[in-house]
């Protein structure tokens, strides 16, 4: 029988690159998108089902299209400081629209999720490297919101049997090494593309948040991880949850910290041009450093990342960006 994976929000940047994981390993992946903020053309690698978490009629017909062994649930707003502005939008999207789509689950017979979560569940860190066990007081209603739905799934995984697992990402970054998809935000506010898009000469000018932050350069420091590092601990998940019942939450990054600066002179390096930048107030809601303690994931789901290195990272977001396909 045809594996099949429900990929919520299958047309963004990570959803994307988890569907041609998906494909790639034999898994049909079924994207559900509303086309909000992610791309038609993104869609490449199965079917795309239009519906929207708010309208529990349409996830009705996207879960006809199954049988599916899991849902993988990338939909989401994730702006930190739009979540500030807008913290209604934020908690309407991203908690009652997932309980409307486990309530889905539940109407289909699916018993299983992964779910995207962030390192914004953490706040401000308390210890240089954030593990599972760090102190979960969300600074802004995009954490807040995470972590909602974390305890929901906790719940669910005692009164219903519900099996998840919980990835919180650090700072995803990268494209599919073969260009064919990448990452494609309008606005774009994500530090990687803002620095490709400088050195490419298309006459902005990157903005550095801050260079009196108490780090060694005076600039944010930031855990990068490729996108297909994501992918593959989805796909780990996927595995987990055949074997153990429950909820459980996985930190994912690199365990390496990099700062503003560095991103630039790494860019600067892939791409053989200067990265024209200017230095900014403080953006709100930054912490100065944001590194994961990754071993759980490594040691529990058997997951090893496989471009740890800034430099191949940056590499593979300049080629999309140099032909960009959307
Ligand atoms: N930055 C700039 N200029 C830009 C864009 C970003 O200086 O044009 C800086 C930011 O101030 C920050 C760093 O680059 O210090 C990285 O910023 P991003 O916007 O790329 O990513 P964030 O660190 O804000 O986001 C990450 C995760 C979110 C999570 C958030 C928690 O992607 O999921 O950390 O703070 F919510």
């Not at 709100?284 to 997951?303: H, I, K, N, Y």
Request: aromatic content about 8%; some cysteine.
């Amino acid at each position: 029988m045809t594996r099949r994976v429900l990929v919520c929000g299958g047309a963004g940047y990570i959803g994307s690159h988890m569907a041609k994981w998906l494909a790639a390993h034999g898994v049909e992946p079924v994207v559900l998108d509303n086309l909000s903020t992610g791309h038609r053309e993104a869609v490449r690698f199965g079917p795309l089902v239009e519906a929207d978490l708010l309208d529990p009629a349409s996830l009705d017909a996207a879960f006809a299209s199954g049988p599916f062994e899991a849902v993988m649930h990338f939909c989401a707003r994730s702006l930190v400081g739009e979540s500030v502005q807008q913290p209604l939008a934020y908690y309407e999207n991203n908690v009652t629209g997932t309980l409307n789509l486990l309530q889905a689950m539940q109407r289909h017979g699916v018993d299983r999720i992964v779910f995207s979560s962030t390192a914004a569940v953490f706040g401000e860190p308390v210890s240089p490297q954030i593990d599972e066990d760090h102190p979960k007081t969300p600074i802004n209603p995009y954490g807040a919101s995470k972590l909602m739905v974390e305890r929901v799934l906790a719940d669910a995984a005692q009164a219903y049997g519900l099996r998840s697992v919980t990835l919180r990402y650090f700072n995803a970054a990268g494209a599919s090494a073969d260009g064919d998809i990448g990452e494609a935000h309008t606005p774009e506010t994500h530090l990687i593309p803002n620095v490709l898009r400088a050195a490419l000469g298309d006459g902005s000018r990157l903005r550095v948040f801050g260079d009196d932050w108490p780090t060694p350069d005076g600039t944010c420091v930031r855990d990068y991880i490729h996108v297909d590092d994501l992918a593959q601990a989805h796909w780990r998940a996927l595995d987990y949850m055949q074997a153990h019942d429950g909820a459980h939450a996985f930190n994912l990054g690199n365990g390496r910290g990099f700062s503003v600066r560095e991103v630039i002179a790494a860019a600067e390096a892939a791409s053989g041009r200067p990265v024209p930048f200017d230095i900014a107030p403080r953006r709100a809601g930054d912490p100065a450093v944001l590194v994961a303690a990754s071993d759980r994931a490594r040691q529990v789901l058997g997951w090893a990342p496989r471009h740890t290195d800034l430099a191949a990272i940056i590499d593979s977001a300049w080629r999309w960006h140099c032909d960009p396909a959307f």
